[in-house]
């Protein structure tokens, strides 16, 4: 057996999210019928990142163990050879069978994507929330300030995320506006690990602070309060993206293709 280590992009729109479901289609089980199509002896993939249905990816990272031998330009080509047009390897390297990239995660790095327009956008509709109502995006810079460092996200998570653990690290949030087109405005979070919606949830507050729904001030007190009652909305899943994952490779780790 040899563990191979896979980057996979792809647009969320018609999957229902990465773990797989009874009946549903899903990036995790779409990616798995890839693999066995060339390895039926193979297992996993073992997926670093749960995202929801219409969550976007550019850099999902998922481990599989294989007892074909092939280079890592190979699993590339001959993978994508059998994944529909909405989902790719975009890049794949050899590592120790067994490799976990869950538990090796060390940062993510995800992007939400707003389009400040008052009509709608069908190029856009499918990557961006649409913001319909005047924004005062200084505002959203400063409050996403409060974002930064480590703070117990209790308040910036879903019902049905029940983990007693909940002090997160963020290490950085940008925000910023495209230079080819001033609707566009990404907002960049870096962080060690996420609660259940929490980027979501960061989001919908940020914007409702912005159009004036909710005071200056309201990350921080949500985050002393620890309520869900004192953040704003969730905002929907299509503007989100998971952009890339860090991980602590193995030593053992061979050259990534491409590079």
Same mark, same amino acid.
């Given at each position: 057996?040899?563990?191979?280590?896979?980057?996979?992009?792809?647009?969320?729109?018609?999957?229902?999210?990465?773990?797989?479901?009874?009946?549903a289609r899903t990036v995790?089980?779409?990616?798995?019928?890839?693999?066995? &199509?060339?390895?039926?002896? #193979?297992?996993?993939?073992?997926? %670093?990142? +749960? $995202?929801?249905?219409? !969550?976007?990816?550019?850099?999902?990272?998922?481990?599989?163990?294989?007892?074909?031998?092939?280079?890592?330009?190979?699993?590339?080509?001959?993978?994508?050879?059998?994944?529909?047009?909405?989902?790719?390897?975009?890049?794949?390297?050899?590592?120790?069978?067994?490799?976990?990239?869950?538990?090796?995660?060390?940062?993510?790095?995800?992007?939400?994507?707003?389009?400040?327009?008052?009509?709608?956008?069908?190029?856009?509709?499918?990557?961006?929330?649409?913001?319909?109502?005047?924004?005062?995006?200084?505002?959203?810079?400063?409050?996403?300030?409060?974002i930064v460092g480590t703070?117990?996200?209790? &308040?910036?998570?879903?019902? #049905?995320?029940?983990?007693?653990? %909940?002090? +997160? $690290?963020?290490?950085? !949030?940008?925000?910023?506006?495209?230079?080819?087109?001033?609707?566009?405005?990404?907002?960049?979070?870096?962080?060690?690990?996420?609660?259940?919606?929490?980027?979501?949830?960061?989001?919908?507050?940020?914007?409702?602070?912005?159009?004036?729904?909710?005071?200056?001030?309201?990350?921080?007190?949500?985050?002393?309060?620890?309520?869900?009652?004192?953040?704003?909305?969730?905002?929907?899943?299509?503007?989100?993206?998971?952009?890339?994952?860090?991980?602590?490779?193995?030593?053992?780790?061979?050259?990534?293709?491409?590079?």
């Open positions: 057996m040899i563990g191979v280590l896979v980057q996979v992009a792809y647009d969320g729109t018609l999957f229902s999210g990465w773990a797989a479901q009874k009946e995790e089980e779409t990616l798995r019928g890839a693999i066995l &199509a060339v390895d039926p002896r #193979a297992t996993g993939p073992r997926g %670093t990142s +749960r $995202t929801d249905a219409g !969550v976007h990816a550019d850099g999902q990272l998922a481990a599989f163990d294989a007892t074909i031998e092939m280079p890592p330009r190979g699993w590339v080509l001959t993978l994508n050879q059998h994944l529909p047009e909405d989902a790719a390897v975009r890049a794949a390297q050899l590592v120790p069978t067994g490799f976990a990239p869950r538990f090796a995660s060390k940062k993510k790095r995800y992007r939400y994507d707003l389009l400040l327009d008052k009509v709608r956008d069908p190029i856009l509709c499918n990557r961006t929330w649409r913001i319909g109502y005047d924004m005062d995006m200084g505002a959203v810079t400063r409050e996403a300030q409060a703070h117990d996200f209790a &308040a910036f998570r879903a019902a #049905a995320d029940e983990r007693s653990e %909940t002090v +997160r $690290t963020m290490e950085a !949030v940008t925000v910023r506006v495209a230079s080819d087109d001033p609707r566009r405005v990404s907002i960049f979070i870096d962080g060690s690990a996420f609660l259940y919606n929490m980027v979501r949830i960061l989001v919908g507050t940020l914007v409702d602070v912005g159009r004036g729904h909710l005071p200056e001030g309201t990350i921080a007190r949500a985050l002393d309060g620890r309520s869900r009652a004192l953040a704003g909305q969730t905002a929907p899943p299509q503007g989100l993206t998971l952009v890339s994952i860090d991980v602590a490779l193995p030593a053992e780790a061979g050259e990534r293709w491409p590079r």
